[in-house]
């Protein structure tokens, strides 16, 4: 079975500008949460989205936001980038959410 | 609200010897543990869950509710071991796993 898979894997942006990563999870996932990490806050939930619908939340402002299409497939976008998003944005996907999280590669962003 | 905190910022330990990752955490109700694992250039991949009370590669962790303590330990610690681990906790059904610092786990000959 193919793992979570990530894209793009790396990114370079400007203050001011927004971004959006993409997450595919596990065939047959249909929860996937996203996470940032930094070496200040360490790992911090992002939200989680299940069947399209966004279940929970972490305390995250409003520039990030995310969605889910009907494959399961998530993407998250992040507005008016500040450096301090600079961070590796990691995603994982498990079956409903209660069962074990599969993380995948992440993102690495870098707002200049 | 849940927290995670692990001490260890580094841990040094020669090859063979034992080895034990603290976490403690502080949540209400009955909480999930976990503990991940990042070995060099790999992704984050869980090493064990408490309620599968399982061994994995010579690990195992107990959750001490009363001293709300989830450490992990192995006897015999190998170069491999050396890595990042992070000791998790989700609350209640939601999928929300809060995260400890980590401890990185230098194994040396």
């Known amino acids: 079975k193919a793992g979570v898979t990530q894209t793009p894997r790396y990114l370079i942006k400007t203050r001011g500008q927004q971004v959006t990563l993409s997450c595919s999870p596990i065939?047959?996932?249909?929860?996937v949460s996203w996470y940032q990490q930094t070496p200040g806050q360490g790992l911090q939930f992002l939200f989680e989205y299940f069947s399209e619908t966004q279940r929970n939340k972490g305390n995250f402002p409003g520039r990030f936001s995310g969605r889910q299409f009907s494959n399961s497939r998530s993407e998250m976008n992040v507005s008016t980038l500040e450096l301090g998003d600079s961070a590796l944005y990691l995603c994982?996907?498990?079956?409903?959410?209660?069962?074990?999280?599969?993380f995948g590669p992440g993102t690495r962003l870098l707002v200049l | 609200a849940q927290r995670v905190t692990q001490p260890e910022k580094l841990l040094s330990v020669f090859k063979g010897a034992p080895v034990e990752l603290k976490c403690n955490y502080s949540?209400?109700?009955?909480?999930?543990l976990f503990w991940y694992v990042q070995y060099s250039r790999q992704r984050l991949q869980l090493l064990l869950r408490?309620?599968s009370r399982e061994s994995i590669k010579g690990f195992t962790a107990d959750l001490n509710k009363g001293e709300t303590s989830f450490h992990l330990k192995k006897p015999f610690a190998q170069e491999e071991d050396s890595a990042m681990y992070y000791c998790?906790?989700?609350?209640?059904?939601?999928?929300?796993?809060?995260f400890g610092t980590g401890t990185r786990l230098q194994v040396t000959l």
């Open positions: 949540y209400s109700g009955s909480p999930e």
């Open positions: 408490h309620i």
């Open positions: 065939s047959g996932h249909r929860s």
């Open positions: 998790a906790l989700k609350a209640g059904t939601a999928s929300k796993l809060t």
């Open positions: 994982a996907s498990s079956r409903g959410g209660e069962e074990t999280q599969y």
